[in-house]
């Protein structure tokens, strides 16, 4: 089955810096992969997605890449801000058998933005 | 106001007992999902149901039960036979089972003693 993993576990930048988490996966076939940002006793919020035949993707201060070749993909996040703290997870959409497919995820990065 | 609400928020039961989760979505999506987090750990798959009557195990369905007799509802039970119950919980939902963007509700924190 397909495995995500996802580095750094924690990661700590000041106000206005650059954030980058990075994630990799196993499954060549394996063609979604969302981004979720989650806050505290919270659920999910999925914040951007790319899909396979698109190399990157941007939405304002977040933006998506994915190499196909290495199997890999990374969420960049710029002039962050102290709400950008959370914890992101990212998340690989591959076939789990018969029709269907699944979201296997990473186990999650604490982002911690310091003013 | 269109979404996933999740009943409750925080949960505590004795060891032994039965609970039951609650999952209600007014998106009018097919497919819903339940899945556990546990600190640390990324999200891992329970059960998921594609349409009314019908659902199938996800990766760690053991010790879980569910039921789909209504599109908007999915709860979740978890039996006395899951040896570690405490956890977050998360349902979720798409349009459709292949469909790609899948979106969570709140959770329940359930805490079993």
């Known amino acids: 089955g397909e495995n995500v993993e996802q580095h750094p576990s924690t990661l700590s930048v000041q106000e206005g810096d650059s954030a980058v988490i990075k994630c990799t996966y196993s499954d060549s076939a394996s063609n979604y992969f969302p981004w979720y940002k989650q806050e505290l006793g919270k659920g999910p919020q999925l914040i951007i997605d790319?899909?396979?035949?698109?190399g990157e993707k941007k939405d304002q201060r977040i933006a998506v890449t994915l190499n196909k070749t290495a199997k890999h993909f990374s969420l960049h996040i710029t002039e962050t801000q102290p709400e950008d703290s959370a914890v992101y997870f990212c998340a690989a959409r591959g076939y789990s058998g018969g029709s269907n497919y699944k979201l296997t995820f990473g186990k999650g990065t604490l982002l911690t933005v310091n003013p | 106001d269109g979404g996933i609400t999740q009943s409750p928020k925080y949960l505590f039961r004795k060891e032994g007992q039965n609970v039951t989760l609650s999952c209600e979505q007014n998106?009018?999506?097919?497919?819903m999902y339940w899945y556990r987090q546990d600190p640390g750990q990324g999200l891992r798959l329970i059960y998921y149901?594609?349409?009314?009557?019908?659902?199938q195990k996800g990766d760690i369905a053991e010790g879980y039960s569910v039921s789909r007799e209504k599109k908007e509802s999915f709860p979740l039970t978890v039996t006395s036979a899951q040896k570690n119950p405490t956890a977050f919980y998360l349902c979720?939902?798409?349009?459709?089972?292949?469909?790609?963007?899948?979106?969570f509700g709140p959770g329940t924190r359930l805490t079993v003693t």
């Open positions: 790319i899909r396979s035949n698109v």
């Open positions: 979720a939902s798409s349009i459709a089972q292949n469909s790609y963007e899948q979106y």
């Open positions: 998106l009018n999506h097919d497919a």
């Open positions: 149901s594609q349409i009314v009557n019908d659902f």
